[in-house]
């Protein structure tokens, strides 16, 4: 009787596993082109330019907007056009924001970041679940993170230059675009 009652739990685990499969097809074969999502799912990465490494990744968006790519640890600020007016590589503080968009909520001209360091033109756009803001800012004396610090925070390190013009465009309520 024991192999009998695997079998039939084989069996519906099968049956429902095509089922959902099916499902997904239909559903994905009869939505609607527009209603496609911009951003790329937390799975999957935006296709990349491989001969041009630093252009705008493809399905980052459109409109006037901050794209931040967690993998390759670069900030676009792309204009209302579409146009990249500035790329800068950041320094990431080891807490990532999860893929998805997000707007600029909270702007600071500066403060002490959890690490100690003196920051300024701090632009906050998300939070960890235990309340740890997720920002961009650059130290005040320009130095960059190495790398072996144990303190994990949210601050996502840029260049003086990078952080004046980040400050400039990245006003309260700027999207922000993270993707992988």
């Known amino acids: 009787m024991t192999s009998s009652s695997a079998g039939l739990v084989a069996g519906l685990m099968t049956a429902a596993i ?4 099916v499902l997904a097809w239909q559903a994905s074969a009869q ?5 496609s999502n911009p951003l790329p799912t937390a799975a999957s990465k935006a296709p990349r330019d491989v001969k041009h490494p630093d252009a705008l990744p493809a ?4 409109g ?3 794209v931040y790519s967690v993998d390759d640890d670069r900030v ?5 056009t579409g146009k990249v007016t500035r790329t800068f590589r950041v320094y990431p503080g080891g ?7 997000y707007v600029v909520s909270s702007r600071a001209g500066a ?5 100690g360091t003196h920051i300024e033109h701090v632009v906050r756009f998300a939070a960890t679940p235990d309340g740890m803001a997720i920002g961009f800012s650059a130290a005040v004396n320009g130095a960059l993170p190495d790398g072996d610090t144990m303190v994990k925070t949210g601050g996502i390190r840029e260049t003086r230059p990078d952080g004046d013009a ?3 465009f990245a006003t309260v309520g700027r999207r922000v675009l993270v993707i992988r």
């Open 166 to 168: 980040m400050w400039d």
């Open 76 to 80: 676009w600020l792309v204009d209302e």
């Open 31 to 35: 939505s609607p082109d527009g209603l």
């Open 64 to 66: 006037q907007r901050v």
């Open 18 to 21: 095509t089922t959902v499969g």
């Open 111 to 115: 403060v002490t970041a959890t690490d």
């Open 95 to 101: 807490v990532d924001p999860k893929p998805g968009a």
């Open 59 to 62: 399905n980052s968006g459109a």
